[in-house]
């Protein structure tokens, strides 16, 4: 059995979320961040970890893909050109979409208050405006981001969309506010928000 550590309201949502569609029993420990139940498994206290026979797997993009990999789901197999592109557009969710988010996250509340500088937020909300234009032009005109087949990256940007409404980085393009509508209507994803840890 999987063991997954972290809080709904961190990145381990990605985690819980696959394995609820994969349909696997895991354990799930809602232990925030740098606490002592997640340093023992990540020295930098980082969630979420991912315990399977007792070897703790960190970064939730890391897990997720190990996940759709060894079950054999929610992913286009390693090698192939569809594969190429998922990982492509996985790259670009992290880089253009979390990375813009996790830097207003440690302007806002992460690091010491002398280190925080929040005009930067400024401008990572326009760079947040500006990916979004980028991603609808590359992503088909399927309910998910591949197309016809959820992947990855559709956990990956569902997670990255509620995080920017909740730190008011608006949604500007209405495809992708429809298409948040149409993953948090899946009941994998509302199991997984409905956990709170045993």
């Keep these: 059995m999987y063991t997954v550590i972290g809080t709904v309201g961190s990145r381990a949502m990605r985690v819980l979320w696959m394995l609820e569609e994969l349909g696997l029993p895991f ?3 809602a232990a925030p961040p ?3 139940g997640v340093t023992a498994f990540n020295p ?7 315990i399977e026979d007792s070897t703790p797997i960190t970064d939730s993009t890391a897990i997720i893909q190990y996940l759709a990999d ?9 090698g192939t050109l569809d594969r190429a592109r ?13 990375a813009n988010l996790w830097m207003a996250a440690r302007h806002s509340f992460v690091l010491p208050e002398e280190l925080r500088h929040a005009a930067i937020k400024n401008t990572l909300r326009w760079e947040f405006e500006r990916s979004q234009k980028t991603l609808v032009h590359r992503i088909g005109e399927g309910p998910f981001v591949m197309g016809d087949m959820m992947t990855v990256p559709d956990i990956i940007l569902t997670h990255c969309g509620n ?4 730190a008011k980085f608006p949604i500007t ?14 009941p994998a994803y509302r199991r997984a928000m409905a956990r709170t840890g045993e």
């Design 34 to 36: 740098r606490s002592k």
């Design 70 to 78: 060894k079950h054999g789901q929610l992913t286009h197999p390693a």
């Design 27 to 29: 354990e799930h420990i």
């Design 163 to 166: 995080w920017a409404l909740g």
């Design 44 to 50: 930098a206290g980082k969630v979420p970890v991912l």
């Design 86 to 98: 998922q990982d492509s557009l996985t790259q670009f969710l992290l880089d253009e979409f979390d």
């Design 173 to 186: 393009e209405h495809r992708l506010t429809e298409y948040l509508d149409r993953m948090r209507a899946r």
